[in-house]
C-alpha cells in the first residue's frame, strides 16, 4: 500500500538542521514540551558505517538531554558489542540483544538468556568431544546467513524456523541476500520499548523510535512516533510516521529539530 506521512501531525519533510541549539546553561533545564523517551538504533541510524556519530548528532542529543528527554541506545548488538566512545556520549539507558536486555544507568533490569531453549540439531550429526553443541548456553539472540547465490530466501528460512524464532532481516548483505537475526518468540525492540517505557512512567503516547531497517520494525511500530531514517532499506518508511534525512546528512538532528526535541 501507499506510504503514509504525516501522521499525528508531524511534518513529512524535517526541518533543517542549523548546528548546535543554545549550550547547556543557556536556559538549561527549560523543557520546551512534555518529557520524551527517545529509541535510537545504532548501526546506519546514530552511526554510520564507519561506526562514528556524526557531530551534529552527538551535539542533538546532548541537547535533547539537557530538556529533560530520556535517550536510550536501542539496538540489536550486545553490550560487549557496543564502543565505548558510543555509550561515553551519555544516554539515560541500553536496550541491547534486540530486546533481551535493558540496561539503565549501568545496571541491568533484566535479561532474557532462554535463546539457547530452542537450539535443535537439524540432521543427526556425531557430536565432538568438547563441543558445546546441544548445551545450554546464555545467549539472547542467533544471526545467521547462507552462500552468496542462495537456492532457498529469507521468506523460505523464517517460515521453516517461524515455530521456534522470529526472525528479522540482518545487516550481512554484503555476505549474501539471504541472512537475518533469529529472536526468542515474544521478545523484541517493541516489546522492550514499552517495557521501558512503563518502567519509568512514560505513556507510549510520549516514545519516539528511530531506525533504519528492519530490524528495527517492531520498535518502529511499537511507539508513539515512528522515524526512518533517510537511508532506510526494507521499505520501513512505508508505516513510519516521517522520515527524516540520511545518517549522513545530519538525520538524527533533523530529526530532533522537527520533533521539538531541541
Not at 10 to 20: E, L
Not at 44 to 69: F, M, N, W, Y
Request: glycine share 12%; aromatic share 6%.
Amino acid at each position: 500500500g501507499p506510504c503514509r506521512a504525516g501522521a499525528g501531525g508531524v511534518q513529512d519533510r524535517p526541518k533543517s538542521y542549523t548546528g548546535a541549539p543554545e549550550a547547556p546553561g543557556e536556559g538549561a533545564g527549560r523543557v520546551a514540551m512534555s518529557s520524551k523517551l527517545v529509541f535510537l538504533d545504532i548501526d546506519g541510524t546514530l552511526a554510520d558505517e564507519r561506526h562514528e556519530v556524526p557531530i551534529s548528532a552527538q551535539e542533538a542529543c546532548k541537547a535533547a538531554r539537557s530538556r529533560g528527554h530520556k535517550l536510550f541506545i536501542c539496538t540489536g548488538r550486545s553490550m560487549p558489542k557496543i564502543e565505548r566512545g558510543i555509550l561515553d556520549l551519555g544516554f539515560d539507558g541500553v536496550i541491547s540483544v534486540a530486546g533481551a536486555q535493558a540496561d539503565v544507568k549501568g545496571s541491568a533490569v533484566w535479561r532474557n538468556g532462554q535463546f539457547a531453549r530452542y537450539w535443535h540439531l537439524i540432521d543427526d550429526i556425531a557430536v565432538p568431544d568438547g563441543s558445546t553443541l546441544g548445551h545450554v548456553i546464555h545467549a539472547s539472540k542467533g544471526s545467521y546467513f547462507s552462500g552468496a547465490d542462495p537456492d532457498v530466501s529469507f521468506d523460505d528460512v523464517s517460515r521453516d524456523l517461524g515455530e521456534w524464532f522470529t526472525l528479522v532481516h540482518g545487516s550481512y548483505d554484503d555476505i549474501s541476500p539471504n541472512n537475518g537475526e533469529l529472536l526468542i518468540n515474544g521478545v523484541d525492540k517493541g516489546t522492550a520499548l514499552c517495557d521501558v517505557a512503563k518502567d519509568l512512567g512514560y505513556s507510549i503516547v510520549d516514545t519516539i523510535a528511530i531506525g533504519d531497517s528492519d530490524n528495527d520494525a517492531a520498535m518502529l511500530k511499537a511507539a508513539g512516533t515512528s522515524v526512518a531514517m533517510g537511508n532506510a532499506t526494507h521499505g520501513i518508511e512505508c508505516f513510519c510516521d516521517m522520515t527524516t534525512t540520511d545518517v549522513h546528512d545530519d538525520g538524527i538532528a533533523n530529526a530532533f529539530v522537527t520533533l521539538g526535541l531541541i
